[in-house]
């Protein structure tokens, strides 16, 4: 639900996302549900997207009933023909696109080495992790002209950098978003369009966390040089790439990993 209140007004205050209008893709759970919330309290107006609308509408009603301004809408973008819509109805939403956070992701469900690789699985992942994006940013693109600026923010993996055994579907994926991050930000620098990737580490996750061990815990926290990820973490990176304080940042690829890329720690096996 949107209001014809000043945009960058969230209790009462002037926040860091005056007048921004923000959709992130994949933001019913996890990393995408808590970049909203933070988005939202930062004086954007937001929309959640997902599969799931009764979980879409439960974060729009956790931004609206905390003062902030949010819409949900939903979209398969594994199809072209969705990606464009669902960039031109949160525009209509919201009166305009200057923000796209794309964080929606598929897995490679399970390890298999490129000699066993299963060709619909290798589509699948390239074709919501990398080519669906490559929809999107099109899309947005051209309603960021229309605004005079836009910022778009990839959420990638250091898997791209530091791959896992049997993973190949998403660690190509994210390589490939890594190169297009840098392509965007050269083809439209230019035009006050900037793009920027982060590198996440692990990041804690309620749903598949819930049961972890001690010896888990300790094997992951041996990854990091301080300690697992939390969602909000991803989320203030977020905010910072979306807001007019990063203008003279563009093309970059920023490790959110806890030092895991850096450290000599063991690669998630």
Not at 69 to 98: K, M, S
Not at 144 to 165: D, F, K, P, Y
Request: net charge neutral.
């Amino acid at each position: 639900m949107l209001t014809d209140r000043h945009p960058g007004v969230y209790a009462g205050l002037l926040m860091r996302l005056d007048g921004e209008r923000i959709l992130i893709t994949g933001s019913t759970s996890g990393i995408g549900r808590q970049t909203a919330v933070m988005c939202a309290r930062e004086g954007a107006r937001v929309a959640v997207h997902g599969r799931d609308v009764e979980r879409g509408e439960a974060v729009v009603r956790s931004i609206v009933q905390a003062g902030g301004e949010a819409v949900f809408v939903a979209a398969d973008i594994a199809h072209e023909d969705a990606c464009t819509g669902l960039i031109d109805t949160v525009a209509d939403l919201l009166g305009g696109l200057t923000v796209l956070v794309n964080n929606a992701v598929a897995g490679s469900g399970g390890r298999s080495p490129v000699g066993a690789l299963d060709t619909a699985l290798w589509e699948r992942v390239l074709r919501v992790n990398l080519t669906s994006v490559a929809w999107l940013c099109r899309a947005a693109i051209a309603h960021m002209l229309r605004a005079g600026h836009g910022s778009i923010v990839n959420v990638s993996s250091r898997q791209a950098e530091r791959a896992s055994a049997g993973f190949a579907p998403y660690v190509a994926s994210k390589g490939g978003l890594n190169a297009l991050t840098r392509s965007i930000a050269v083809d439209y620098g230019r035009q006050r369009i900037r793009c920027n990737a982060l590198s996440v580490g692990y990041v804690e996750n309620e749903r598949r966390d819930a049961g972890m061990t001690a010896e888990r815990r300790a094997e992951l926290e041996a990854m990091h040089l301080t300690r697992l990820g939390r969602a909000e973490d991803i989320g203030w990176a977020v905010v910072y790439l979306a807001s007019r304080e990063s203008e003279f940042v563009t093309g970059a690829l920023l490790p959110i990993d806890g030092g895991g890329t850096i450290a000599r720690g063991r690669v998630l096996g």
